[in-house]
């Protein structure tokens, strides 16, 4: 009897330990430690259709400044073709002027994510735009990107909404950047 015993022990025990996961108390792989929403926030955008706009012309450049005073540049928009496209994107001319006077001129998106996001979509060459292949990038963690994390925070987007601003609004805060401590709802890195 004790020999029939043990082998439908075992056969109990190994049999219950073979049960369905949804039994047991752990779980061997965790999960994301936030929820998907947060960390995938393009599942559901699709890009809307984008045209190059007009080369700028010097009278709608727009001068802004950034929070960096290490820098060499003057920077620009061209205001007068400030669009916000169907898909919420936000497309601008931006042109970089260095003291000698030699000018960068790209053509680029923005989206008002809680991270941010750009996208370039052409770079100016002779007086004409060329059209490049490139990804929209978050901004998150690229600390050395004043400009464009000042786009963002204080000038194109409403802070706290994540959302662009009016055309209008946009010019504005272009002409009269407030402080970056001035309470604008982004937590800065």
Not at 68 to 94: C, E, H, M, W
Not at 136 to 153: A, M, P, S, V, Y
Request: glycine share 8%; net charge negative; proline share 7%.
């Amino acid at each position: 009897m004790r020999s029939i015993t043990l082998p439908l022990l075992l056969a109990c025990l190994s049999s219950s330990a073979v049960g369905d996961e949804s039994d047991r108390p752990f779980i061997d792989e965790g999960g994301p430690p936030t929820p998907a929403s947060v960390v995938d926030e393009d599942r559901s955008w699709k890009e809307g259709a984008t045209t190059l706009p007009p080369w700028p012309n010097d009278s709608d450049l727009v001068e802004f400044s950034v929070d960096d005073p290490s820098s060499q540049f003057r920077q620009y928009i061209d205001g007068k073709n400030i669009r916000v496209g169907s898909d919420g994107a936000i497309r601008y001319t931006l042109v970089m002027e260095s003291r000698s006077g030699a000018r960068n001129v790209s053509f680029e998106g923005l989206r008002c994510t809680p991270h941010g996001a750009i996208k370039i979509y052409a770079y100016g060459i002779g007086g004409h735009f060329e059209k490049i292949q490139s990804e929209w990038e978050t901004l998150h963690g690229r600390h050395h990107d004043k400009i464009h994390r000042d786009l963002h925070e204080l000038i194109l987007c409403v802070p706290r909404k994540f959302e662009p601003r009016s055309k209008k609004e946009m010019i504005h805060a272009l002409r009269t950047r407030i402080p970056r401590d001035a309470g604008t709802g982004f937590v800065t890195d």
